[in-house]
């Protein structure tokens, strides 16, 4: 049976991943409410589409960040991705290189910043960091980040504790002992205490706040952008700070239950921004309609996580444990670009400026 939504390739993947590794991908905080608001929310938002407009010829062309990608739509920060595929992260950077997107790479790879960079050179990559309670961790990888050609850091806010993840609990979730987390290899081979994710339990620093970005700025000439921003009182305080973007993000739902979805937060915060700084969004999106409500709300551009690991899983399952060189030999993300270039064709738009007509 032919997959043609992203939706089946969820299915598929849920069918050929161990319960266990599914249960990891899919989690969300507690009741996992904010995790299945982040989709339900994008259905009671309505399109007035136009008429007439001649959408013979299409633009999906955006810039992030004074760089040209070929549309709106970018790679989330996830984690382990050799879990779902041998060549985890690197194929991804092969797939984000091949479409001309961002790629936006996790601290908790199971693949290095060297070998992400290594797999697709001329990729457009940044670089999703946690600040530890050992801040020589956090500056060693912005340093190796920025000798790598990584354009951007993504500061992860969200996250002073890790959520609670009922399904990983139940399931003792640890990482294959084959796999580990590559940015941080050999540096915690002595420790003692118990794993959290593939690193020592009470590594993040809680005591992060805003001063600590004027920190980060001392260390890095990249551009710095904030994720995990969902008011309007922080979204002003990243602007006084200097910072160059905002993610609007509830990290997949998978923090804080209770919170906003990701796209009922987004229009306070780009009026409050009013166009300083620019605002993208993740979590969430699953159709080319969801890619046009986001943008047409004010974000820049979109992310998506879990996606993108369902089509690792299908790779997996389509040709063993042969290498691929792209992702994208996969219809599972190809078909994003192809979503959003549709719908805004029915919506009466032929570039991403004309849908705010």
Aim: glycine share 8%; net charge negative; aromatic share 10%.
């Amino acid at each position: 049976m032919s997959l043609v939504c992203l939706s089946d390739f969820e299915v598929y993947a849920k069918e050929h991943l161990p319960k266990t590794t599914w249960d990891y991908y899919a989690a969300g905080a507690d009741e996992c409410c904010t995790r299945d608001d982040n989709l339900m929310a994008y259905k009671r938002i309505r399109l007035r589409p136009r008429m007439l407009r001649d959408v013979s010829v299409t633009d999906t062309r955006a810039t992030i960040q004074g760089m040209e990608i070929s549309f709106p739509i970018g790679i989330a920060p996830t984690a382990f991705h050799c879990m779902a595929w041998h060549d985890g992260e690197m194929s991804t950077a092969r797939a984000a290189e091949a479409m001309n997107t961002c790629y936006i790479a996790s601290t908790y790879s199971t693949c290095s910043v060297e070998e992400i960079s290594a797999a697709a050179p001329n990729g457009f990559r940044w670089f999703q960091l946690y600040v530890y309670r050992n801040r020589k961790l956090s500056e060693q990888l912005v340093h190796r980040v920025e000798a790598n050609g990584y354009k951007a850091i993504v500061l992860t806010v969200d996250v002073p504790y890790t959520g609670k993840r009922r399904n990983d609990i139940r399931n003792n979730f640890k990482l294959p002992p084959h796999l580990k987390v590559k940015n941080f290899d050999g540096i915690f081979e002595d420790h003692t205490e118990a794993e959290v994710y593939g690193v020592p339990a009470n590594s993040l620093d809680p005591s992060i706040c805003w001063k600590d970005i004027y920190w980060l700025q001392s260390l890095t000439r990249l551009p710095i952008i904030i994720k995990g921003i969902l008011t309007k009182e922080d979204a002003e305080l990243a602007v006084e700070h200097g910072v160059q973007g905002i993610i609007v993000s509830n990290h997949g739902g998978r923090q804080l239950d209770g919170g906003p979805a990701t796209i009922d937060a987004l229009s306070e915060i780009v009026d409050t921004v009013q166009g300083r700084i620019e605002v993208y969004l993740d979590g969430g999106i699953r159709t080319g309609s969801d890619v046009l409500k986001a943008l047409a709300l004010g974000a820049k551009c979109v992310f998506i996580g879990r996606p993108v690991v369902w089509g690792l899983v299908y790779k997996v399952a389509e040709i063993s444990l042969r290498s691929t060189g792209t992702l994208f030999s996969s219809p599972s993300f190809r078909m994003i670009p192809e979503m959003k270039l549709s719908t805004t064709s029915e919506f009466g738009a032929a570039s991403l400026e004309d849908q705010y007509i």
